[in-house]
Structures are given as C-alpha cells and as structure tokens.
C-alpha cells in the first residue's frame, strides 16, 4: 500500500454527526476525525463549542483501487442523506447553517473518483 490517501471531508448538521461517523468509520481503514467548529476563549479559559454549527468529519482512505473500492461503498451508504450547500475550501471558516450533508468537487488530479461522493470534498495527503 501505498503512502499515499485521500481525505474525504463530509460537513454534516450536529444532529447526523453519530450517524454519518458509524458509516464512515466502517470503510475507513485510514481512520476518522470529527472536529467541531469552536471559539477559542483565550489562555486558561479553553474553549466554546459553537453547537449549532455544521461538524467536519474526515475519512482517510487509501489512493490505490481498494480505496475506490470503500470509496464506493462509501458513496452508497451516503445515498439516504440529503445534500445541501457546498463545502467551504479547507481552510475556510465553517460558519453558516448547513441543514444536510455538505459537499464540493476536489480539484486534486486523480482525486476525480471520489470527488463524486454526496457530502464530501477530496483532497490527496502523504503519510509521514
């Protein structure tokens, strides 16, 4: 296998975070982060959860034709969630209401595959 993955980013409600998670972990050997959107308070004070905020969940699969292969089954098990509108770029703030699962095409050469899947941006990262 290659060191090579791609990270499918899926932007989902609060309310679907347990749910979307459950089915992106099952086809994730790469593993799974959820990184709520926050408000950081300042030295010693931590931080805020902005709760009512869409939530980022990122899978890590595989550049190689296995991860097409969870890629798909991925896409499949998404189907039943409605899409709504497009993912921020990475780097954007993730500020707005977001009532479905979110999504945009990757602009990543090769990533073409996956940018397909429904509530989902693709880009390509190499294992350290």
């Not at 931590?46 to 699969?61: K, M, N, S, T």
Request: proline share 12%; aromatic share 4%.
């Amino acid at each position: 296998m290659s060191n090579l993955w791609f990270e499918i980013t899926a932007q989902v409600p609060p309310s679907l975070v347990e749910e979307v998670s459950d089915l992106v972990r099952v086809v994730a050997p790469g593993g799974i982060t959820v990184e709520e959107p926050v408000d950081i308070l300042g030295p010693e004070e931590g931080f805020r959860v902005r709760g009512d905020e869409p939530v980022l969940i990122r899978a890590y699969l595989p550049s190689s034709e296995l991860g097409a292969v969870l890629t798909e089954d991925l896409r499949r098990s998404m189907e039943p969630f409605p899409p709504s509108n497009s993912l921020p770029a990475p780097s954007s703030n993730r500020t707005g209401p977001s009532p479905g699962v979110s999504s945009s095409a990757s602009s990543i050469p090769g990533a073409a595959r996956s940018s397909s899947l429904p509530g989902s941006s693709t880009r390509l990262v190499r294992a350290r």
